[in-house]
């Protein structure tokens, strides 16, 4: 069982900067590949960015590139998402997810095992 806390959502303006936080218990952490993806009210889940085990392999979506970083420091257990520059497109709840026993993670939800409960952000122009 893996267990994941996002932290670090809020309010912010636009052109702004956010750093979420997906702490991991549980299963050895550096066994899985983290997802971070987000929701808009009526919208579906959409992928934002992921991470391999080992964090040697990142990926975004394109609407982040350049403006979004992913990283993970497995000493701590810990992903990270900062955000940089910031639109309220960026707006929308997000979690991140834990994918078992692969190397790289996935763009597609139903790929993860594990999901946090969310955060918050929220962009205002």
């Known amino acids: 069982q893996v267990q994941l806390v996002e932290s670090g959502g809020g309010l912010v303006q636009a052109g702004g900067s956010l750093r979420l936080s997906c702490a991991a218990s549980?299963?050895?952490?550096?066994?899985?590949?983290i997802g971070w993806f987000r929701q808009a009210p009526g919208k579906e889940r959409e992928f934002v960015a992921h991470i391999s085990r080992s964090g040697g392999r990142t990926y975004y979506t394109d609407s982040v590139k350049g403006r979004f970083t992913i990283s993970r420091d497995n000493a701590k257990n810990t992903v990270y998402l900062q955000m940089n520059s910031l639109k309220p497109e960026d707006t929308a709840v997000y979690y991140c997810?834990?994918?078992?026993?692969?190397?790289?993670?996935?763009?597609?939800?139903?790929?993860?095992?594990?999901w946090g409960q969310g955060t918050q952000v929220t962009v205002s122009s």
């Open positions: 997810a834990a994918r078992l026993d692969t190397y790289s993670g996935s763009h597609y939800p139903d790929e993860y095992d594990y």
């Open positions: 549980g299963r050895t952490f550096s066994l899985y590949a």
